[in-house]
């Protein structure tokens, strides 16, 4: 029946980690996928996560029923208020409906079904570049992709006057996607009066805006500042989607926990679109998986937990913060060719090097680093201990 089945390629990133693993080299480093290591390469799990999983397990109250459709309600609501904050007024006046989703890229995608059963202009605006499954998620729901400019190369940094060109000139009621914080490949994100007057112009010319908020917390080591420029937009009284994940910042990658909120004009409104996300998830997976999603609310809901939580999420971008910094200095050190300076202008767990194909190719060949191969550096990789390895590497590619 399948014989003539062509075989599809493997996407990028696992035939890095595929090149990765077989790799014999000890010294080996695999910098191209967004995972918060030990400084010995496992992937990190949470104290806090480890705390709830024990109490999970004691607890004989806590059966494995189905959840609803829409998932865990206790889990909605504090994500949402994670997101929003508990006093935001779309929250109050009942205009947000917010569904348990699997992870960021389930929430994008039933976003995406969404938007292309029930938002008249089927045209996606996406920032140049962006994260990698962003076009698949979007374009598989049938919606059409355009992009706007958003990072400028000679200057590492953010092609505020491009973006605003674009978006300014682009389809009137559009749907625009925005990084909430830490953009993913590039590491550059707007400054809050770049957000007003990217929210005024989105406001303006009326179109829609889809935030992505897959880093929350881990960029500027504060839930609430990461989280600024959805708030700006989900208190101007109008609409806008918001997709969240808890991979990176609870570290549940596997666990595919999280969600998408719709802030909408009434309750009513609210209510009406949360019965047609009923209809896209019921013939798509039913109703969502349960233990993310109580870890997640367990550690919400709880004052002590919340703060060991946060406690924790601050160390990890701290330490994001110190290996930027420290990668920097070592290149400086060595004198290697050319100004490293974007390294520690941009934020979050990416840096964008500038790097090119050949550079990144030596890189791997001779020196067995992994990294993308649009030159995206992940410190969720970088230990303090490897960063000289690095710094050699690249001084060896630079300088050749
Ligand atoms: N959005 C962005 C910008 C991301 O970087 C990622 C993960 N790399 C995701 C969404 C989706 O992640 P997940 O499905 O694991 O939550």
């Given at each position: 029946?399948?014989?003539?089945?062509?075989?599809?390629?493997?996407?990028?990133?696992?035939?890095?980690?595929?090149?990765?693993?077989?790799d014999?080299?000890?010294?080996?480093?695999?910098?191209g996928?967004?995972?918060?290591?030990?400084?010995?390469?496992?992937?990190h799990?949470?104290?806090?996560?480890?705390r709830?999983?024990?109490?999970?397990?004691?607890?004989?109250?806590a059966?494995k029923e189905?959840?609803?459709?829409t998932g865990?309600?206790?889990?909605?609501?504090?994500s949402?208020?994670?997101?929003?904050?508990?006093?935001?007024?779309?929250?109050?006046?009942?205009?947000?409906?917010?569904?348990?989703?699997?992870?960021?890229?389930?929430?994008?995608r039933?976003?995406?079904?969404?938007?292309?059963?029930?938002?008249?202009q089927?045209?996606?605006?996406?920032?140049?570049?962006?994260?990698?499954?962003?076009?698949?998620?979007?374009?598989?729901?049938g919606?059409?992709?355009?992009t706007?400019?958003?990072?400028?190369?000679?200057?590492?940094?953010?092609?505020?006057?491009?973006?605003?060109?674009?978006?300014?000139?682009a389809?009137?009621?559009?749907i625009v996607?925005?990084?909430?914080?830490?953009?993913n490949?590039?590491?550059?994100?707007?400054?809050?009066?770049?957000?007003e007057?990217?929210?005024?112009?989105?406001?303006?010319?009326g179109?829609?805006?889809f935030?992505?908020?897959?880093y929350?917390?881990?960029?500027?080591?504060?839930?609430?500042?990461?989280?600024?420029?959805?708030?700006?937009?989900?208190?101007?009284?109008?609409?806008?989607?918001?997709?969240?994940?808890y991979?990176?910042?609870?570290?549940?990658?596997?666990?595919?926990?999280?969600?998408?909120?719709?802030?909408?004009?009434?309750?009513?409104?609210?209510?009406?679109?949360?019965?047609?996300?009923?209809?896209?998830?019921?013939?798509?997976?039913s109703?969502p998986?349960?233990?993310g999603?109580?870890i997640?609310?367990a550690?919400?809901?709880?004052?002590?937990?919340?703060?060991?939580?946060?406690t924790?999420?601050?160390?990890?971008?701290?330490?994001?913060?110190?290996?930027?910094?420290?990668?920097y200095?070592?290149?400086?050190?060595?004198?290697?060719?050319g100004?490293?300076?974007?390294?520690?202008?941009?934020?979050g767990?990416?840096?964008?090097?500038?790097?090119?194909?050949?550079?990144?190719?030596?890189?791997?060949?001779e020196?067995?680093?992994?990294?993308?191969?649009?030159?995206?550096?992940?410190?969720?990789?970088?230990?303090?201990?490897?960063?000289?390895?690095?710094?050699?590497?690249?001084?060896?590619a630079?300088s050749?």
């Amino acid at each position: 029946l399948f014989q003539n089945v062509p075989s599809a390629p493997d996407p990028p990133i696992y035939a890095t980690t595929v090149a990765y693993n077989k790799d014999p080299c000890p010294n080996k480093l695999h910098l191209g996928i967004g995972v918060y290591r030990t400084e010995d390469g496992k992937c990190h799990t949470l104290n806090v996560v480890r705390r709830v999983e024990r109490t999970l397990a004691n607890d004989l109250s806590a059966d494995k029923e189905y959840l609803p459709i829409t998932g865990m309600p206790e889990f909605n609501k504090l994500s949402a208020e994670l997101i929003f904050s508990s006093g935001s007024s779309a929250i109050q006046e009942s205009r947000v409906t917010t569904v348990q989703c699997v992870s960021g890229c389930g929430s994008l995608r039933l976003g995406a079904e969404l938007l292309a059963k029930h938002y008249p202009q089927q045209v996606v605006y996406l920032p140049e570049p962006t994260y990698g499954n962003h076009p698949n998620l979007l374009s598989a729901a049938g919606l059409t992709l355009k992009t706007y400019r958003y990072y400028d190369l000679k200057t590492h940094g953010l092609d505020f006057q491009g973006l605003m060109e674009d978006l300014g000139s682009a389809l009137t009621g559009a749907i625009v996607l925005f990084h909430a914080s830490g953009h993913n490949p590039t590491g550059v994100d707007p400054t809050c009066e770049q957000w007003e007057q990217i929210r005024r112009l989105v406001r303006l010319r009326g179109l829609f805006p889809f935030f992505d908020c897959a880093y929350q917390g881990l960029v500027s080591g504060n839930l609430d500042a990461d989280a600024q420029s959805i708030r700006m937009f989900a208190c101007d009284g109008g609409e806008c989607l918001v997709a969240q994940s808890y991979s990176k910042n609870m570290g549940l990658y596997g666990e595919r926990i999280g969600s998408l909120s719709i802030v909408c004009k009434t309750a009513d409104v609210a209510r009406r679109v949360e019965s047609q996300l009923r209809l896209i998830i019921g013939p798509f997976y039913s109703n969502p998986p349960i233990h993310g999603a109580a870890i997640v609310t367990a550690i919400l809901k709880d004052r002590e937990l919340y703060k060991e939580w946060t406690t924790e999420l601050k160390a990890m971008s701290d330490r994001f913060f110190r290996v930027r910094h420290q990668l920097y200095d070592a290149l400086c050190k060595r004198g290697t060719p050319g100004d490293w300076s974007h390294i520690i202008k941009q934020v979050g767990m990416y840096t964008f090097t500038g790097l090119n194909e050949d550079q990144i190719d030596f890189l791997t060949e001779e020196h067995h680093v992994y990294m993308s191969s649009d030159g995206r550096i992940s410190f969720g990789g970088l230990s303090s201990k490897a960063v000289p390895y690095l710094a050699d590497a690249i001084h060896d590619a630079v300088s050749r």
